[in-house]
Structures are given as structure tokens and as C-alpha cells.
């Protein structure tokens, strides 16, 4: 009974497959995308299609070389990519079960169970494509989705440089490297991540660089995110508070602007080619509690301006970015941008210059990292336990107010010693 039952599925099953292959409807993604082009508009000026060069696998899925026509728009179709997107996910009434899968099955009382797994699993996958152009168009159709957590470790570390890990793609880690592209501007709605990369950044500059790091902390969300930092060597500032931040901000001017003339009276072009090693770090989470104050917002412009010779670099985070929270001056200096999901497309062509963060996936920490060019990443995560554990030995303990006038010397904090430090879990 269940040997008739079983191949009689299979026997649909392969019959199914072999009416899509012949029937060639758009099951295949191939002549799905031909369709989406056709139907989107998207093809050359005088209706020339796109046309396919070439076909290959590679492990997880198929890339799709297609020559393009004249007059081809690609920054509307990098725009629209979830049109793209959505048009290789529609399901047709046959699910498009693979006739591998099938022939997998084996004949024994889980036989029902087994064809079960195999279509729900067909059912919840869903296809992912990239794109890229160089001279033809290049569409990656990947079988399954990006994996939507991965966990930090020591790997991810690049000790003494200031190349942060940034995010993870298919392909391997993506890395900000700020003596390289200096300042770095973060925007996402409230939960998908901005708070915990920040977290992973000050994490990752203490550990690669911990006798050069100087780290500024505004954190004016009114969390306390940044609160377990506050007693790292590392800090020379730290407020919570929007009506500190302007003397902060002044007083980290003044310093760029010291170490700006002396770079430049020394002969060097910048602080790289000076052999300096500090670096200093801005971070600013939420920027828009800020932005209504001129005099704070021009210091950010001058550090967002000037600071990249000095080695001032400015993180400038939002969750409401929007042409007062980021000024058109601030943005024009600082091309690299880290975006997590955003309610609508002006949002998102504010942070990013381009639509696409409004289409992200609802999972934190999956943003797009806009430098030469955007591409789609998983920001590593790393938790509040961790990053205690990471960050202990480097705590040290102040003096309190009223010991400041006898001078008292900070001490290293010790490992479950009297110094060890409380940490408030958010
Ligand atoms: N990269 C990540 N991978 C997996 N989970 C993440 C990641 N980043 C954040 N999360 C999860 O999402 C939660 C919210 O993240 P986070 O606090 O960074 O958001 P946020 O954008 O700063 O929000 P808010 O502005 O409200 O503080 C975290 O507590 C964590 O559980």
C-alpha cells in the first residue's frame, strides 16, 4: 500500500517535471527574467532585449550572462531589484520539486513525512538574486537566502589595522577600512542593528588598536548602549547628554585642528604619511538630536570635512535620515554608508544616494554597505556577554569627582578582582 502510494507521488512528481521542461513556461528562472525584463519596461530603447550569453552553476545556485542592449538602464533595474526578486519567487501551481529530490525518497513508513519535508521545504525557500554589470549583465540567482545571523569571533579581528569588520556576504567578510575610507555614515530604522554594530565596532578598534585608539562616545538615544564603555582607557569623552555635546564637540575641534597643523608643518599630506599612529574615533548615535543645533552641526561638517588628514573620524548614525538630520555637506563627505532597513525610498536615497534599503528584509542586522559599490550584508553579531568578556581587562576605574583634586592614578581592572566593573545588560 505504501510502496503504491509512494510511487505513485513520484511517478506525478516526474511526470510534472517533464510537462514544465517541455511545456517551457517561465518555471525556469531563465525565461522568468526574459518575462520580468519584457514586462518591467526595463529593455532598450527600441524594445532590443536582453539576451542571454551564457548559463552557469556554481554551488547554490545559477548565474545568468546576459548581453544588453543600447540605451540599458541598469541603476533602474539595481533600483528594482526586488521586482526582479519577486518575479523568480511567484510559485506556479506545480511546485517546482526537483526531480533529484524525488528520486531521493526512500520507500519505507516515513515515505509521506519525507514528499511533506520536501515540498514545505520548497515552499519557505526563497531566491535571492546580485547583480553586477561589466559590460554584460550579470544576474546570480541563489537557491536559498542569506543566512540571517553570524555570530562574531576572534576571526574577525584584524590586529593592529583600522579595518573593521563590517558585514558578511556570500562571498566573505566585508571590511571598512577607515584609513582608508575614513568616515562612516549608519542609518536603519529602530531595531535592525545600528546600536550592535556600533557595539562591535568600539569592540573591534579597542582590540586591533589599543594603544592608539582614542574613542569619543555621544550617545544620545537615551539607551545605554554605550554606557559599559564608558571606563575603557580608550575614551577621552563620553556624554549622554544632547547639552554636552557641543562643549565635546568643540574640545575634539580644537584637538583636530592642533594635530591637523602639525601634520602639515611637518611637511606630510596626511596622517598616514605622517607615521602618526592615534587615531581618533567620533561616534555619534543619534545624530538627529543634534541636528537642530547649528553650532553642533558645523563641527560635525568641519570633522566630516577636514578630520580625514588629521585621523578624526566621524560614525554618524540615524534612524531618521532625513536632509536636516544628515546636512548636504556632511553627506558629500562622507561616501561610505551602512543602512539597515528603512520605512520608504526617499529615506533610503537619503542615507544611501539610491533606493533598496526599503526593501530589505525585516532581519536585523541586514543592511546594505554603500562604498565603491553597495552590496547586501549580514553585520556580524556579537552579544552583551562577549563583549564584556572582550572588553574587561581593558577597563580602567577613575577617580571619583571628589578624588580628582588628590590626583589618584586609574588602575587596570582586574579579572573577577575588587576593580571588576558591573555591566548593565541592555
Ligand atoms: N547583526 C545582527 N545579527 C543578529 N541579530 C541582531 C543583529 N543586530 C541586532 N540584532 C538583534 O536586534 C536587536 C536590536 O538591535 P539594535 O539594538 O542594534 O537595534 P537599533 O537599530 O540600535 O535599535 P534602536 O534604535 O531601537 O536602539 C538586538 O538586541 C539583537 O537581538
Known amino acids: 500500500m505504501l510502496f503504491e502510494i509512494g510511487s505513485t507521488i513520484i511517478m506525478s512528481g516526474v511526470a510534472g517535471y517533464a510537462y ?21 519596461g526595463w529593455n532598450g530603447r527600441n524594445g532590443e532585449t536582453i539576451r542571454l550569453q551564457r548559463k552557469d552553476k556554481f554551488k547554490g545556485g545559477v548565474e545568468y550572462v546576459y548581453q544588453i542592449p543600447l540605451g540599458f538602464d541598469r541603476k533602474k533595474i539595481e533600483a528594482d531589484k526586488h521586482i526582479l526578486e519577486d518575479g523568480l519567487n511567484i510559485r506556479h501551481k506545480h511546485l517546482e520539486v526537483d526531480l533529484y529530490d524525488l528520486l531521493k525518497i526512500k520507500f ?43 555570530d562574531w569571533d576572534e576571526s574577525y579581528l584584524k590586529k593592529g589595522t583600522w579595518s573593521v569588520s563590517i558585514g558578511q556576504t556570500r562571498q566573505g567578510v566585508v571590511r571598512h577600512d577607515f584609513d582608508e575610507h575614513k568616515h562612516l555614515i549608519i542609518a536603519g530604522a529602530t531595531g535592525y542593528g545600528k546600536s550592535a554594530i556600533l557595539k562591535l565596532i ?13 574613542l569619543h562616545l555621544i550617545d544620545l538615544k537615551g539607551g545605554s548602549a554605550f554606557q559599559r564603555f564608558k571606563d575603557l582607557k580608550q575614551i577621552k569623552n563620553f556624554t549622554r547628554d544632547p547639552s554636552e555635546a557641543k562643549d565635546i ?37 543619534e545624530a538627529a538630536d543634534i541636528a537642530g543645533d547649528s553650532s553642533c ?46 520605512d520608504d525610498a526617499t529615506a533610503s536615497n537619503t542615507a544611501l544616494g539610491q533606493t533598496g534599503a526599503e526593501e530589505l528584509p525585516l532581519i536585523p542586522g ?54 571588576t566593573f558591573e555591566f548593565e545588560e541592555v
Not at 119 to 136: A, C, P, S, V
Not at 321 to 332: A, D, E, N
Open 366 to 419: 541586514r543592511g546594505i554597505y554603500k562604498n565603491v559599490k553597495s552590496q547586501v550584508v549580514q553585520t556580524p553579531y556579537i552579544n552583551n556577554k562577549e563583549i564584556k568578556k572582550r572588553i574587561e581587562p581593558h577597563i580602567v576605574i577613575r577617580p571619583r569627582k571628589e578624588e580628582e583634586g588628590d590626583k589618584v592614578e586609574p588602575r587596570q581592572g582586574e579579572k573577577g578582582g575588587s576593580n
Open 249 to 285: 564637540l568643540e574640545a575634539i575641534q580644537k584637538d583636530m585642528n592642533k594635530a591637523y597643523t602639525d601634520i602639515v608643518d611637518q611637511g606630510f599630506e596626511d596622517i598616514k604619511e605622517s607615521g602618526r599612529k592615534e587615531r581618533h574615533f567620533i561616534i555619534i548615535d
Open 297 to 342: 552641526m558645523d563641527v560635525v561638517t568641519d570633522i566630516a570635512r577636514r578630520g580625514r588628514g588629521a585621523g578624526f573620524y566621524l560614525i554618524y548614525a540615524t534612524q531618521y535620515p532625513s536632509s536636516q538630520s544628515i546636512p548636504q555637506q556632511t553627506k558629500r563627505n562622507i561616501p561610505s554608508r551602512l543602512c539597515f532597513v528603512l
Open 202 to 214: 568600539v569592540v573591534s578598534l579597542v582590540l586591533q588598536q589599543l594603544d592608539n585608539v582614542n
Open 108 to 150: 519505507d513508513k516515513t515515505v509521506l513525512k519525507q514528499i511533506k519535508k520536501i515540498l514545505t521545504n520548497k515552499k519557505i525557500k526563497r531566491k535571492e538574486i546580485e547583480l553586477d554589470f561589466d559590460g554584460m549583465l550579470r544576474i546570480k540567482v541563489y537557491n536559498e537566502c542569506m543566512q540571517d545571523q553570524h
Open 20 to 40: 514544465l521542461k517541455t511545456n517551457g513556461s517561465p518555471s525556469n528562472d531563465a525565461g522568468k527574467i526574459q518575462k520580468i525584463f519584457a514586462n518591467s
